[in-house]
């Protein structure tokens, strides 16, 4: 088991319960005055629940070094060797309490908001190819995209994105909402957005359209309700 690729040895620490909750869904729906069949609003909203991570340390500063890790970053990788990963967000941290005996004296109970996602999915694209985006949800996703020329203009998914240069691979990311190349840490203002929105991928087969002037690889990590 391990937490962002570190194996829970790094913090002589041991789980006593990481049980995960679905992800919340909430739908409006109005109801006619007429009629006695509702009208279901478009718009749903998916929203991970709260649940808590328990785990064992066997001194205080194996405690405080694992916090430390889990507030290193937006969120945190938790892979239970259970063919899923947690993406989780720490909000808050509660106090580390001491008890005696079995070599591990201290405990600490810690809330997260958890995604359950698949392992990370990586595609070569191919033009006109169909692809089939796994699990239940809209995931978002990553584009790398490398140029085989110079390009003013390069069209993908609907975004069109200026200045791209020959060989210089630009990553489009959806999940940690950025664009940049190693030549350019930030190509955000080089992006027109349909819809102001990071690519995502709906669930099911689907071909995805990009220019054929540089070679892409799509990345995305499945979403599971």
Request: net charge negative; proline share 5%; aromatic share 12%.
């Amino acid at each position: 088991m391990k937490v962002n690729n570190k194996d829970f040895s790094t913090w002589n620490m041991r789980c006593l319960a990481f049980d995960y909750q679905p992800l919340g869904y909430a739908r409006e729906i109005y109801q006619p005055d007429q009629s006695i069949t509702p009208i279901m609003s478009s718009r749903r909203q998916y929203q991970p629940k709260p649940m808590t991570f328990d785990a064992d340390f066997k001194t205080v500063d194996d405690a405080g070094r694992f916090l430390a890790e889990l507030m290193s970053g937006d969120y945190s990788i938790v892979d239970m060797d259970d063919g899923y990963l947690y993406r989780c967000y720490l909000s808050e941290i509660d106090e580390i309490s001491e008890k005696q005996g079995n070599g591990y004296c201290y405990t600490l109970s810690i809330p997260l908001s958890v995604i359950q996602t698949g392992t990370e999915v990586s595609e070569t694209l191919e033009a006109d190819v169909p692809i089939t985006v796994i699990g239940h949800l809209e995931a978002e996703c990553i584009y790398e995209i490398t140029p085989k020329q110079q390009i003013e203009e390069y069209h993908i998914a609907g975004y069109t994105i200026k200045n791209l240069q020959q060989g210089v691979t630009v990553y489009f990311d959806g999940i940690d909402k950025r664009i940049y190349s190693s030549a350019e840490l930030n190509k955000f203002g080089d992006v027109t957005f349909p819809n102001n929105r990071f690519p995502t991928l709906q669930p099911g087969e689907q071909i995805i359209d990009f220019d054929a002037t540089a070679d892409v690889v799509l990345r995305y990590y499945p979403i599971y309700i």
